[in-house]
């Protein structure tokens, strides 16, 4: 946890409303930080369906093997989150420390195993001492409360600047619905799996295989979308718990994800989503600007997609937006590294509004002023339409800083 | 062209042989610096063979497309590179300042459109305004000499910090040859296409066809496997040239790339490239340490190499080298992340003869201390067996660092 909050954090907290059927606790044990929390207990007292995506690494953490197994279950009591060390490449004593915390888990709250949850972020390849925690589980179940969102997630910061939650309303089957979700992240972020640590819940009533769909769904444009520094963790996380307690309110139980009364909740679920993935890329590691890559004009939203994280990823398209240098030639070769189709007479890049480049060439009107004065302010938007196609896709990441390579260079001393 | 020389550069540069077939002049014409010279201009009075391979990119610069057309003749006469712009995305400007400038030698030397090849270095998007250099080609010509290999390394480079040049001389059907070679890259630089500039000529007897071959696999264990930041430039070009003046001292031509006869050529060819090709990365910039990535036991040498370029990648390797920190948690996400096949639990990694991690977990013999000295010096080897089958790969990249940064956050102004 830094002391600089980042300058695109955002200037106010949402009010978090408590969600029925949640509780959480967290608790210091000084796992590797001092004077801060650094564990979370979420507790759903009647159960909750879960859904749930991970890194796509090949060196999973332990933690990622555990919900993994557990996943097909559905059904979900406890999440047991701890920063400071995310139990990755820690052989079997990174399974011993898993069952660990889960049993511990299972007797504080009195579920079985396959309830539990389990994530870890910090450093790789330390040991997790998990006695340091699993003996508070117990008293912390005694408190917990469901009006603790923002603390919840001040609980699992590592490197980041500052807390990141969300809120969304949504209708469903008649009834309003609630939504909230927290979220961890700021380096060793990148797409193509669930991104980081983030824990969403609702009190729909929502089975878990739809719950899965919904959520699989989901993070293609948002967490999947995302990149700070192309870096894969082996931790990511993402659940999705729904506890069904607005069945009281009369909410029907929905059963599918092709629900015709899913609308409203499937799109302010997005919504949240991508509003907490933006607030990861927003905490990037050493960032100082948010920058929004748009393609249009490819041969597919896949090949788009591709297109734009190679923009996105490029460390020379990053150090350009980072010195303000409205520099498209590296645009220009990121498109060209990407490996999609791309006809070069037919690109065209905008900075913001200001079109600087079209038909292959410089464009004619382009203001070198104009264009400066988009890459000077916090939020920058490029644009490349490849003008073969009708394939698009948006993605968002930060510049790349000097602050980045001093945060990386000794985040470990 | 930094003042600041690279710290990992050669401590002397090799004493470059003048070389039958092959004369060499160089010009300050202006084209962007001040006070150096900007235009190389080589001349094979009698001809060469030639062969080449370029940048992978899908909008390459037009000179890169003039050489591609030209390739299929197989016969050079004349060679103009420029530095300070680069001539690509400059739609029919580019193009037509190619026609100039091929037009130009062309008339300078008396040969064909077809045996002229061109390069440029420099700034991506702004017109090239060949006039200045074109009208100086006969001039040049006419003062051109064979021993000019340093001077013409000089005229080539960009931000390099030192000019690239190396010899070898090999046995070739008991005559001796040479191999001379010079380079220039510094950023933008990545593999899987012919990275960077770079110009190799021998005196030996080569047909084009055999040459191509030669060269086509030699690139692959050489430059195809430095990288200093993953972004492919629209511009790479390595060609190579055989003046075929060792048929005076009895070489009999050689004109497939099986002929036993090429051993000791190959061998020298190669190792050529690859001193070419690690000088580059020497000059990453803002580069302060050397990185060789070992891969073994992959379950191929292309998976082995694909795990290698993710680490060599990585930001967050990149930047533990840079802060002498012996992360190798970083190393697993790296190879987690490659896509390749990978098991946790048999995978082990050395930094230096230091082994660190084994089994899926920290080595219990690991000693901080000399792991920390590893990462102190200036040239590293970091090793990982993936533990699975027998693929193999090395490949060379360099330290993310602070200056890194700050030369690509400013480089057009």
Redesign the interface.
């Known amino acids: 946890m830094s002391v600089t909050v980042s300058p695109l954090a955002p200037k106010a907290y949402p009010e978090m409303p408590a969600l029925r059927g949640v509780r959480m606790a967290t608790a210091a044990a000084g796992i590797k930080y001092k004077n801060r929390t650094d564990v979370l207990l979420m507790v759903f007292d009647d159960g909750a369906d879960v859904a749930g995506v991970f ?6 953490s332990a933690p990622v093997d555990f919900c993994r197994a557990n996943l097909p279950h559905g059904k979900a009591r406890a999440v047991v989150v701890n920063s400071g060390n ?1 139990n ?7 399974k011993a420390a898993t069952e660990l915390t889960a049993q511990s888990a299972s007797e504080a709250v009195g579920c079985g195993l396959n309830e539990v949850y389990l994530a870890s972020t910090g ?5 997790l001492d998990a006695t340091k925690f699993a003996g508070v589980l117990g008293e912390m179940n005694g408190r917990g409360t469901p009006d603790f969102w923002l603390e919840a997630a001040k609980a699992i910061m590592t490197t980041d600047t500052y807390p990141k939650v969300a809120t969304r309303q949504a209708e469903l089957g008649g009834v309003t619905v609630t939504i909230n979700g927290i979220a961890k992240g700021a ?2 972020i ?1 797409p193509d799996m669930a991104t980081m640590l983030s824990f969403v819940v609702t009190d729909a009533d929502i089975a878990a295989p739809a719950l899965q769909a919904l959520l699989s769904e989901g993070v293609g444009p948002t967490f999947n979308s995302v990149t700070v ?6 931790s990511d996380t993402l659940l999705l718990f729904a506890t069904g307690k607005a069945a009281a309110d009369g909410q029907a139980r929905i059963e599918a994800a092709d629900d015709a009364r899913l609308a409203s909740f499937r799109a302010a679920l997005n919504d949240l989503l991508k509003d907490l993935a933006l607030q990861v890329v927003r905490d990037g590691e050493g960032a100082r600007k948010m920058v929004e890559v748009r393609v249009t004009g490819a041969e597919s939203d896949a090949a788009a997609k591709r297109i734009a994280l190679s923009i996105a ?4 398209v990053k ?2 937006v ?2 303000e ?1 409205a ?4 645009v ?14 037919r ?1 065209a890049i905008w900075f913001g509004d200001v079109r600087v ?1 079209v ?4 464009d004619a009107g382009y203001s070198e002023a104009a264009a400066t004065a988009v890459m000077q302010r916090q939020d920058i938007v490029i644009r490349a339409d490849i003008g073969l196609g009708s394939g698009t896709a948006t993605v968002w990441t930060c510049d ?3 602050e ?3 945060i ?6």
């Open positions: 890194t796509r690494s090949k060196c999973p995310a990755a490449f820690t052989g079997v004593k990174g450093v790789i390849g330390e040991p380096g060793m990148a520094d192309s870096d894969t963790s082996t990823n490029s460390p020379l150090t350009a980072a010195g240098d520099n498209w030639g590296r220009v070769m990121a498109v060209g590294k990407s490996g999609e189709a791309a006809d070069r007479d690109l480049a038909n292959g060439e410089r790349l800083t000097k980045y390579v001093a990386n260079g000794d985040y470990r001393s």
